[in-house]
Structure formats: structure tokens, C-alpha cells
């Protein structure tokens, strides 16, 4: 029988988005052997990843007050026990942020000295390939983020603290039942003012007192930090405390499939059914997509706060669909909008891919006006349609750039 493991770390970074430092440890082992890595370590029981990467950060580094800036997707890997038992472990990586480079390594646990590293250093210094891919991460979001630029936000950082460390305690009691973070919160391309938080939850009936209030807490949250969030139910109970229709299921669907590369747990335990995607019809997804954004345009809404609403469901829609489109080929692919529009650069058609430039670009401005957002909006209608042609495998050419005008 293999053990399993589960753990939690994270990349720390300073908030200058211009010349970001990177934190990392360097640890003698108790056989004498050097490495360079993150702080990082095992889950405590009834521990969700967040707050282990959050406690394992404190203790090993001395560093409080970190901030929650994204997650970076879980690591897996076997290995041989200390006693010769086959052993399995995931590590769920988080990008935190700080104000200071106080930092104190934990002299206890082998940690004889805490570094501050530019992107280029921190990469040479770590001494496992497999973090790297994780630093690569980090460094990518930090990257699209200086681009703006678009400091990390400090209200999400604590609405996502507040919700993990309240629905926490109430799930506790519920054996099989968790609630993760999707959508841009977790990726890392959240945008105030704009962007909305997406909390999924599974294995709890949509009208249990647990939900409902888990669904409060949600909402008291977002009024109190001022940022958009909903819960949503999903996982073997139908119905939701928040139903979006079509687009919902979708995002749901997609959400719990990616469970560990851009969904991740922040309370109770993880869904056990993440290992076999729903069966979807693609062609029928983008149709339905299409009509939600095609019924939306053509509603009348005269206040400013509604037609901003419109646009930013309609530009939802276009995301979605680009997103499933580049799912059905690639399951593990990454999902920021410049990675979905690279993902696609050799559509037969462009419609798609330069909207999602364009909409990328807008929402990394300052200066987001809704008559650009409406500008953008009416133009999913076209692009949708022509994915739905385009839905066969394209050619590929060895070319590879940054199609929304930057590397990827």
C-alpha cells in the first residue's frame, strides 16, 4: 500500500512588481547535503493547503503578514519511504507577497540562511527542477502583473483568508465536503474593480444549513472588502445558491476538473471524482455560450452599473469559450487569457485570438472605460461563430511567440 503525503508551500516575492525579489531557503539536511528551496511542508490535520503555506511560511521563514497573490498548481511525485515503503506526495505551491524582507530562517529545521533573489537568480539557485516549473509560474504571473501595471490585491487577499478561515470551522464537521477557489482569484490575473471571485463548493446539498451559511459568509465578505464573490455548489447535489444557467455549469464543470492546476482547495477535503472529466460536446457549449451572449446585447439596461454588468458577462462568455475550446486539446493547459490566445494561434480563424488580445489588454489599462468594455462585447457574437467553424485540429507551424505581444 503506497503512503500518501500532502503538503503545501509557497513562492514569496516582494510587492515591487518592477524588480521583484524572490525569497528562498538554504537548508542542510540531516545527511549533510545542501539544498535551496521555498518554504514549504506537511498539512496538519484538518488543515487546508492555504493555511499550511500560510503557517509553513511563519515558521520557517519568521515572515507574518504575508499576502495571498495566486495559486501556482500542485506538484506530485513518488518517492521511497525512510523505512523502504512506496510514498506519494502532492505539494499545492501558493505566490505570497510581503512588505518586508525581514525574514528568519528556522535554524531547528536545517535553514541556515533566507535569500532575496532577482527572477533570473532565484531560478539558478533552486536546486529542484520540478520547483523551477513552479518558480516559472510565479514569475510569469509576476511578469503580466508589472505589465499594467496591476499591483496584487491586498482586499483579495484578505476576503480569501477571511472566507478559507471561516468556512474552515464550518466544514469541519462534514466528512467529504470542501470548498475551493477558481476563476481569476486563483490564477493570479485578477483585476480590481473588474474581476469577480468564484468559490466552488462539493458534496454539500444546495439547502443545508451548511451551505446557506457558508453561502453568508461569501457574501458578507465580499460587501465588507468591497469585491464581487459568489458560491457555488457543485459535485453530486444538483442546484446552487447562486444559479448562472448554462455558463455556470460550464465554468462548475471546468473548475472541478482542475482541481490542482488552477482550482484549488481552501477548505475541507478535495472532490474524489476529479479524475474523470464530465463528457462535453464542445460544438454544443460554444452554441449555448453564444446565445447567453447574444441574449445579453439585446436586453436593455440604462443604468451604467447594468450595462457594465452585461459587458463583463459577455466578456465572461468569450472566456469561457475560448477556454474550452483550448481544454478539449490541451486538459492541463494554462488559462490566463494570454495563454489561451497562444494555445489558439494557429486557428484557421482570428477573430477569437484577437479578441482575447485585445480584451487582455483592456483589462490590464487603468483606464477601463465602459465604452470599450461595450466595444468588446459586442464583438463576441462574430468570434463565437467562427470558432464554432473552426472546431477542427488547425495545422501547426514551429513559430512560437507571444501572441498577445509578449513571451509566453
Not at 487569457?337 to 494555445?343: D, F, G, R, S
Amino acid at each position: 500500500m503506497i503512503r500518501r503525503y500532502a503538503s503545501a508551500g509557497a513562492v514569496v516575492t516582494t510587492n515591487d512588481l518592477g524588480a521583484p525579489s524572490i525569497l528562498l531557503l538554504d537548508q542542510v539536511r540531516g545527511n549533510g547535503e545542501r539544498q535551496t528551496v521555498a518554504p514549504k511542508g506537511r498539512l496538519e490535520p484538518s488543515e487546508a493547503p492555504l493555511q499550511a503555506a500560510v503557517r509553513e511560511v511563519a515558521e520557517e521563514a519568521g515572515l507574518t503578514g504575508t499576502q495571498y497573490g495566486a495559486y501556482l498548481g500542485q506538484e506530485k511525485y513518488v518517492f521511497t519511504d525512510n523505512d523502504g515503503s512506496p510514498a506519494a506526495k502532492t505539494v499545492d505551491w501558493f505566490l505570497f507577497t510581503t512588505a518586508t524582507t525581514a525574514a528568519t530562517p528556522a535554524r531547528d529545521e536545517g535553514f541556515v540562511e533566507a535569500r532575496w533573489l532577482d527572477a533570473s537568480a532565484a531560478r539558478r539557485a533552486a536546486t529542484h527542477v520540478e520547483f523551477q516549473r513552479i518558480l516559472d509560474r510565479a514569475l510569469a504571473i509576476i511578469a503580466w502583473r508589472s505589465a499594467g501595471p496591476l499591483p496584487f490585491s491586498r482586499s483579495l487577499s484578505q476576503l480569501i483568508t477571511e472566507v478559507a478561515t471561516d468556512v474552515q470551522a464550518v466544514v469541519a464537521g462534514h466528512p467529504g465536503a470542501g470548498v475551493g477557489l477558481c476563476g481569476s482569484a486563483a490564477r493570479g490575473d485578477f483585476v480590481d474593480g473588474w474581476s469577480d471571485v468564484d468559490f466552488v463548493a462539493w458534496n454539500l446539498p444546495a439547502s443545508s444549513r451548511t451551505a446557506v451559511k457558508i453561502n453568508k459568509m461569501v457574501a458578507e465578505a465580499s460587501e465588507l472588502h468591497g469585491i464581487r464573490a459568489s458560491l457555488h455548489l457543485s459535485g453530486g447535489h444538483p442546484g446552487t445558491v447562486r444559479s448562472l444557467g448554462a455558463l455556470h455549469d460550464m465554468t462548475m464543470r471546468v473548475a472541478l476538473d482542475r482541481v490542482g492546476l488552477d482550482t484549488v482547495v481552501i477548505a475541507g477535503a478535495g472532490p474524489t471524482h476529479t479524475t474523470t472529466p464530465a463528457a462535453t460536446n464542445l460544438a454544443e457549449d460554444i452554441a449555448a455560450l453564444h446565445d447567453i451572449a447574444v441574449s445579453g446585447l439585446s436586453a436593455r439596461h440604462d443604468s451604467s452599473f447594468e450595462r457594465e454588468d452585461l459587458a463583463r458577462q459577455v466578456l465572461g462568455v468569450l472566456s469561457c469559450a475560448a477556454r474550452l475550446i483550448v481544454i478539449q486539446r490541451q486538459p492541463q493547459a494554462a488559462l490566463q487569457l494570454p495563454e489561451v490566445a497562444e494555445a489558439l494561434r494557429h486557428w484557421p480563424g482570428k477573430q477569437l485570438t484577437n479578441l482575447l488580445c485585445d480584451y487582455d489588454a483592456f483589462r490590464r489599462t487603468g483606464t477601463r472605460t465602459l465604452n470599450q468594455a461595450e466595444q468588446l462585447a459586442v464583438r463576441v457574437p462574430a468570434a463565437l461563430i467562427e470558432a464554432a467553424d473552426d472546431r477542427h485540429e488547425p495545422a501547426r507551424s514551429a513559430e512560437h511567440t507571444g501572441i498577445c505581444g509578449g513571451p509566453t
